[in-house]
């Protein structure tokens, strides 16, 4: 199970982090990704981590702004939102898999079959 946290209301150009918390596993061995969805959107990837040697990856949308980490003795992926943007405005989850993800699958839903309940981020003025 994981469980997410950190979510909230900002203003445009503000910062948030999400942290997603693993229960009963231990998430250095696991893929983690971010994924969120806007209403009406489809689920997408912004960002994954990679188990063991934690290689990061990140949607187009969010390069530059957004920087995903590990802390394994809390057993948490973080996720530093910077700049943030009205477009960025989502329910944000956690989803995990055990072992790596191929890059082909690594932003793909159903490849995962660990999911948080969702944290809702709204960006606006």
């Known amino acids: 199970q994981v469980v997410e946290s950190g979510g909230g209301l900002v203003q445009p150009g503000g910062s948030l982090t999400l942290s997603c918390t693993g229960s009963?596993?231990?998430?250095?061995?696991?893929?983690v990704t971010w994924f969120r969805q806007a209403p009406g959107k489809e689920r997408v990837g912004v960002s994954s981590i990679g188990s063991f040697d934690g290689t990061t990856n990140y949607a187009d949308s969010v390069k530059d702004r957004f920087t995903i980490s590990r802390d394994n003795d809390k057993n948490t992926v973080s996720l530093l939102m910077n700049s943030l943007k009205p477009d960025d405005t989502a329910v944000y989850y956690c989803a995990a898999v055990p072992g790596r993800a191929p890059m082909s699958e690594v932003f793909a839903p159903d490849f995962y079959d660990s999911w948080g309940q969702g944290t809702q981020v709204t960006v606006s003025s």
């Open positions: 009963g596993f231990t998430m250095h061995y696991y893929t």
